[in-house]
């Protein structure tokens, strides 16, 4: 069975630009969340999606934002990228957001020049 | 405001040793606690997870238990090999409507062969 899968692997942007990055969930999963690990920082909350809808959204301006397809595969876009948004982004898939463990991808290592 | 704190943050050891590493959470009213590894630069690894009711969770070699009371999580790694080098991240799952995970700063570990 596939597990979660991330893409693009890496991915080089230029300052102002605009990223995506995409999510696959484990077949079977409706929820997705988003996390940010920065250089030297922990695992910070991005995004929760279940079921199609945003649930929770961690302490992050509007730039930030995403969402969830109908096949449950998510979405998350940094708008007017600055420096310091460099970080591995890692998404992982629940099979329900409420409290069932968490899966996680390789994760997307966004560079911003 | 859930705080999740890991010690040691670094810890090296000779192959063979068994090793605890430990998990302190301030909030505990948690729904899970779970337990990942992370390779450098890589995703997170789900190890085990500890539902809210359980005291303990063992997969081969390991062995997590759960205290919600002293709010406390241990992770039991018997017989460290030079593959168990890794950083370990625990993340506590809070019992409320926001259901996201707060990770702790993890643990480096080394293990010497």
């Known amino acids: 069975e596939a597990g979660v899968t991330q893409s693009p692997t890496h991915l080089i942007k230029t300052r102002g630009q605009q990223a995506t990055l995409r999510c696959s969930p484990i077949?079977?999963?409706?929820?997705v969340y988003w996390y940010q690990q920065a250089l030297g920082l922990g695992l910070q909350f991005l995004l929760w999606?279940?079921?199609?809808?945003?649930?929770n959204r961690g302490n992050f301006p509007p730039r930030f934002s995403g969402r969830q397809f109908p096949n449950y595969s998510s979405e998350l876009n940094v708008n007017a990228l600055e420096l310091e948004d460099s970080a591995l982004y890692l998404c992982a898939s629940s099979l329900t957001g409420y409290g069932t463990e968490a899966f996680f991808g390789q994760g997307t290592r966004l560079t911003v020049v | 405001k859930q705080e999740v704190t890991q010690i040691p943050a670094a810890l090296s050891v000779p192959e063979g040793e068994n090793l605890v590493l430990n998990c302190s959470f301030t909030?505990?009213?948690?729904?899970?606690l779970q337990w990942f590894r992370q390779d450098p630069g890589k995703g997170l690894t789900s190890l085990l997870l500890?539902?809210?009711?359980?005291r303990e969770q063992t997969s081969g070699r390991l062995n997590a238990s759960l205290d919600k009371s002293s709010g406390r999580s241990t992770l039991y790694i018997a017989a460290s090999q030079p593959g168990d080098s890794a950083t370990y991240l625990c993340?506590?799952?809070?019992?409320?409507?926001?259901?996201?995970?707060?990770f702790g700063t993890g643990t480096r570990l080394k293990v010497l062969a």
């Open positions: 999606y279940d079921e199609g809808e945003e649930r």
């Open positions: 909030d505990s009213a948690i729904y899970n």
């Open positions: 077949s079977g999963h409706t929820s």
């Open positions: 500890i539902q809210s009711s359980q």
């Open positions: 993340a506590a799952l809070r019992l409320s409507g926001t259901y996201k995970y707060i």
